[in-house]
């Protein structure tokens, strides 16, 4: 018997048939027994409240006098608000006090305190009273949310990456229709401004969405902290991921449908957090890999080298960069160069970001022990022209990549190192033996991302001390070029850059470069001949496109060392 009916049951408000049949009748509509109580008219919902204050010492309070703005924000769950028919009116210290109708419900009380991790203290409120202001608070978070999503979005849909059949959504609870559309529109916010990654944030009191936009982050939105655990599992099922499993981070894919024209796939990283389970999403839209090399920003000489390296019969390429470098384009704009009716190209990435249509394109799979050696094994024996490791890794991975090089393939991989020289040193460091380097590897281009500035650019005044200590020379300061700042305009939301533009650096592996590998030289020594050579470092490829006003010299100095 639950424990209000047999308070009532004690104290003669109702009989024992009275109980018995109340209780029946609960159980059969699956409702709780105050509903069924109260439906019945034996009590009123406020003589109802005075029982309960009087009969288990709790202060009774009415709600109809109470300011309802006055309620902390988000103190608990909208979902246990509503299952549980409470409210936290107000928080002081360690200390939630909670409005409920019913005391006996110990599960509400003891889900409240684990949730919260306060000492509750429970307040009788009229049963009538609390369901009218729980609508209202539901009803106000569910504007709140749809305020944030304020447009139309029925002709955006996600597909199964796999098929392109449409994922099903017919067991979305229709509670969980805001939740959906508030993902829609901020994934399409996300492409629109041209997002390259975007995080999904649960921390203790909020919760927050960020884009990164030419490399730096911008707070987006902040929307109820209870929807944290729904949006999470829709970003999970879309991306067929497990979302019973929120102890460990999980990688998936996702692919949203713009237009009969156009889709993009999304990379989806899960990590669990104190508060919930971070996620970050990495746009991967095809159409960059179709830019074309002249897009880059390559200089003319840099271009005329990548060409000429990359048309080669065999050699081993190799891009390097921090992560959001640039990296995967760039390989991806060269295949895409190479891609020819009459040439084989195949892949092993992890995953593969971009698709492109006539490569064989293989995701490494550690768990099925489809690793880079495994796939690299198998692509030689496919007869291959062309072959790309998305990371060498290991020295596993770079022996056979460097065999495959030597054997009259063309090879492109990535590294991360902080420039050209030092890729060399660290695959000895590797365990690759220099001989093997010196006899396969043709070119290595270095490169990192800077901001582009806005057509809202002005001229800069900067003294022509600072520009020699960035590193211009006394010919450069010749007057006939000028260096510009960021301003500021609606066009690029008032940062002062639009875009972004590569700098790199191309170090050719000369005659003289390869005496110094096979003497086990350092990359000190390395860089120093790469300068006799001509090759540019970062910083002075940085300085030609401040000298061009493609960026500003500030954007440069912080992305390139000296």
């Known amino acids: 018997m639950p424990g209000l009916a047999r308070a009532l049951l004690q104290a003669g408000k109702l009989s024992q048939q009275q109980a018995d049949g109340l209780i029946q009748q609960a159980k059969a509509e699956k409702i709780p027994f105050i509903d069924t109580l ?33 309620i902390p924000d988000k103190a608990i769950d909208l979902k246990l608000m509503q299952s549980q028919r409470v409210i936290a009116l107000a928080k002081r210290g360690n200390k939630v006090s909670v409005a409920l109708s019913d005391p006996t419900n110990s599960a509400a009380l003891d889900q409240i305190k684990f949730q919260t991790q306060l000492t509750v203290e429970p307040v009788i409120v009229d049963h009538a009273a609390l369901l009218k202001l729980i609508e209202k608070l539901s009803q106000s978070a569910e504007q709140n949310l749809n305020e944030l999503i304020g447009e139309d979005l029925d002709n955006i849909d996600f597909v199964d990456d796999d098929n392109t059949a449409p994922i099903d959504t017919t067991t979305i609870d229709i509670d ?18 041209g997002a390259s990654d975007l995080h999904f944030e649960p921390f203790e009191k909020f919760y927050r969405i960020r ?37 460990v981070p999980q990688d998936g894919r996702m692919k949203l449908v713009m237009s009969k024209t156009r889709s993009i796939d999304f990379r989806v990283s899960t990590l669990p957090t104190l508060f919930g389970e971070k996620i970050v ?25 990548l060409l000429e390296a990359i048309h080669r019969p065999y050699g081993m390429v190799l891009v390097t960069g921090p992560t959001g470098s640039g990296k995967t384009v760039s390989l991806y704009t060269c295949l895409n160069l190479l891609n020819k009716p009459g040439i084989n190209i195949s892949t092993a990435e992890d995953p593969a970001e971009i698709n492109l249509p ?23 024996r496919q007869d291959p022209d062309i072959i790309m490791v998305g990371e060498i890794r290991d020295l596993e991975t770079a022996d056979i990549a460097i065999k495959a090089a030597q054997t009259g393939h063309m090879v492109f991989s990535t590294l991360h190192t902080n420039d050209a020289p030092a890729t060399l040193t660290r695959l000895m460091n590797m365990g690759v033996a220099p001989f093997n380097i010196a006899s396969s590897v043709i070119l290595i281009t270095a490169q990192r991302l800077a901001r582009r500035l806005c057509s809202c650019k002005q001229p800069a005044s900067i003294p022509d001390e600072t520009l020699l200590e960035a590193g211009f020379e006394e010919a450069d300061l010749d007057g006939t070029w000028l260096p510009y700042k960021p301003v500021g305009c609606e066009r690029c939301s008032g940062s002062g850059y639009k875009g972004r533009v590569g700098i790199y650096q191309l170090m050719p592996i000369t005659e003289n470069m390869e005496r110094i ?26 300085l030609v496109k401040v000298k061009q006003g493609l960026t500003s010299l500030e954007e440069v100095l912080g992305c390139t060392n000296t």
């Not at 990164?212 to 902290?225: E, F, H, S, T, W």
């Not at 655990?229 to 979302?243: H, T």
């Not at 300068?531 to 940085?542: A, E, T």
């Open 211 to 247: 884009f990164r936009v030419d490399g730096v982050l911008r707070d987006i939105a902040q929307p109820p902290l209870a929807i944290k655990e729904k949006l999470a599992s829709r970003i999970k099922v879309i991306s067929k991921l497990d979302i019973s499993e929120k102890r």
């Open 517 to 542: 590998i096979l003497s086990h030289g350092t990359a000190l020594e390395i860089e120093e001949q790469a300068r006799k050579d001509g090759v540019k470092n970062l910083r002075q490829s940085g």
């Open 281 to 305: 999403m990495r746009i991967l839209d095809g159409s960059q890999a179709q830019m074309g090399i002249e897009a880059l920003g390559y200089d003319e000489d840099q271009k005329a080298t």
């Open 358 to 380: 006539g490569v064989n394109q293989v995701n490494v799979n550690d768990k099925a022990g489809l690793t880079f050696p495994v796939a690299l094994k198998a692509f030689l």
């Open 176 to 193: 969980d229709a805001p939740i959906v559309k508030f993902l829609q529109k901020i994934l399409v916010d996300a492409i629109n401004q």
């Open 38 to 70: 109260l439906q019945s008219a034996v009590i009123d919902s406020g003589d109802m409240a005075v029982f309960c204050s009087e009969t288990f010492g709790y202060p009774l309070l009415d709600l109809n006098a109470f300011n309802a703005a006055v």
